[in-house]
């Protein structure tokens, strides 16, 4: 194999390295969420693991909330689609601000005295700045038979989802940094290895092309002497 050859497959290498660490800016887990209800018939609480993923859409993205337990419950049976949920999502870090996002009314009936199960909320996020940005779990709004249940998070819950973005408003935002994952969700945690990982990766591929270039321009230049 000739130089020129493996200095080209080298080079691919590296720039498929740092293209796949740039590629993967997000970071979820399922936090636990201890929510307060207001029902009809008094207050009631109940704590769910809840998760929230994203994939890009266009120049957005695209939430679910999923829901992993039930939360409050009807002393009556709800029929098929007599229970609509939804709520909100808070945003923190380079962003302020909530999301809506919203589900599908119950595909089948909830037995009286049980927990109701939610199903999968959905919206869409469009960045405005840019940064690392944190989604919280904030208020649960379940209507049925004409009545409205509201709930909101207790335990002050750590940020499920967090997305690095670039947004139209401009440049990056910056905030202080008060501690990892704190409750509201308002600051950011501390930066991460994979931070560090895209950046070496990024400066790597750089150096190789810049190295690669002067490799090649002398190569010709000897073989044109």
Not at 7 to 25: D, F, R, W, Y
Not at 66 to 87: D, E, I, N, Q, W
Not at 157 to 179: I, Q, R, Y
């Amino acid at each position: 194999m000739s130089y020129q050859k493996r200095t080209a497959m080298s080079l691919a290498a590296a720039v498929a390295g740092s293209v796949v660490l740039m590629a993967a800016p997000a970071h979820a887990a399922v936090i636990d969420v201890n929510y307060q209800c207001d029902t009809p018939i008094g207050k009631k609480s109940a704590v769910s693991p809840i998760d929230i993923t994203s994939v890009k859409s266009g120049s957005g993205y695209k939430l679910t909330m999923s829901f992993k337990k039930g939360v409050s419950s009807s002393p009556l049976a709800l029929g098929k689609g007599a229970m609509k949920p939804s709520a909100l999502v808070k945003l923190g870090g380079a962003e302020k601000g909530t999301v809506a996002v919203s589900g599908p009314a119950n595909s089948e009936e909830i037995p009286a005295n049980t927990p109701i199960k939610i199903s999968d909320l959905s919206g869409t996020y469009t960045p405005k700045g840019s940064g690392k940005v944190t989604f919280t779990a904030s208020t649960l709004t379940i209507k049925a038979m004409g009545t409205t249940t509201t709930c909101t998070p207790s335990n002050s819950p750590k940020p499920s989802l967090e997305l690095t973005v670039a947004g139209s408003g401009g440049g990056t935002t910056s905030t202080s940094d008060s501690g990892s994952g704190s409750g509201s969700g308002d600051s950011l945690p501390k930066t991460g290895p994979l931070d560090s990982a895209v950046a070496l990766g990024t400066l790597g591929g750089t150096v190789l092309l810049t190295g690669a270039a002067g490799v090649l321009w002398l190569t010709r230049r000897n073989q044109r002497v």
